[in-house]
């Protein structure tokens, strides 16, 4: 009782212009005829409001001045008893109006546009899709607390152990430290069984390479004198194929000439030294 005192009422369709017929009793289970009427002649006119409380629809026929209520039908279910459709016509239903004593009649309206028709039509037919739909949902909610619940808890003493690596555990220890590289920079531990990258050697700059400065080639023994010293070759004079007797003269550096001769096969390259 007291939720349905909280319950509020909403609007769901106006229409300004009905018309109320007086209609014959039904002799048939064909349906009602509106060419039975008198629809040249309505009983009463005025405005017709449909409203909602709760899952329960109301048709209510008002004054169109004052607003005082005429008749009204409660509707419970659409399609149904208390809201039927006429066999000839799409304007014309007949409702099904109770008052507060609990006494009923069956009355016949009409509606001088089509599309008014439709539109009282179409708003009784969304309320009780929507009381469906409510049905439904409420039908699951209680299904749902009635389902014996998945306890998804811990049980007492009941444990478990995660597995994650480079994470201190009580059997390892401490994590293993990572391997550094060359430059400073940090490698990976490497997975069980694999082996160790071994860092590339940078190659030496380009700098390093133009600074080296490549020592003269040191001539043979052979180039010795008797006394032991050097003798100093003219290495840009071209030199000779065949082979000289050399000179026995007691002067100790000889012919430049005749010492270049005494190397076999020697090529000719160039040199900073100055010509004598």
């Known amino acids: 009782m007291a939720a349905a005192e909280l319950e509020y009422e909403s609007v769901l369709c106006v229409k300004p212009d009905v018309n109320v017929y007086r209609i014959p009793p039904r002799t048939s289970n064909r349906g009602y005829r509106a060419s039975d009427w008198k629809l040249d002649h309505p009983d009463w006119t005025g405005r017709l409001r449909v409203t909602s409380k709760g899952k329960t629809a109301y048709v209510k026929l008002e004054d169109k001045v ?5 008749a009204q039908a409660p509707i419970d279910q659409y399609p149904g008893i208390a809201v039927e459709t006429v066999t000839d016509s799409s304007r014309y239903f007949v409702i099904r109006i109770q008052d507060g004593t609990g006494r009923s009649a069956f009355i ?11 539109d009282f039509n179409v708003s009784l037919q969304d309320h009780f899709k929507w009381v469906k739909q409510e049905t439904e949902i409420s039908k699951e909610t209680l299904e749902a607390d ?5 306890d998804l808890g811990f049980k007492e003493g009941q444990t478990i152990k995660l597995n994650i690596g480079n994470m ?3 059997k390892g220890g401490a994590a293993k430290p990572r391997v550094s590289g060359s430059g400073g920079l940090s490698l990976l531990p490497p997975p069980p069984g694999g082996k160790i990258a071994v860092p590339l050697i940078p190659p030496a700059s380009s700098a390093s390479v133009a600074n080296h400065v490549t020592p003269p080639p040191m001539l043979k023994s052979s180039n010795m004198s008797s006394t032991g010293k050097y003798i100093l070759l003219d290495l ?9 007797p ?11 000439n005749t010492a270049s001769s005494g190397v076999p096969n020697q090529a000719p390259q160039q040199s900073n030294w100055v010509q004598f």
């Open 66 to 70: 004052s607003g005082e209520l005429f």
């Open 108 to 118: 016949g309206i009409g509606f001088t546009d089509r599309g008014d028709a439709f």
């Open 146 to 150: 009635t389902r014996p619940k998945l």
């Open 168 to 170: 201190t555990t009580k």
């Open 236 to 244: 840009d004079a071209p030199t000779c194929a065949s082979k000289t």
């Open 246 to 256: 050399t000179s026995t003269t007691t002067d100790v550096w000889g012919d430049f």
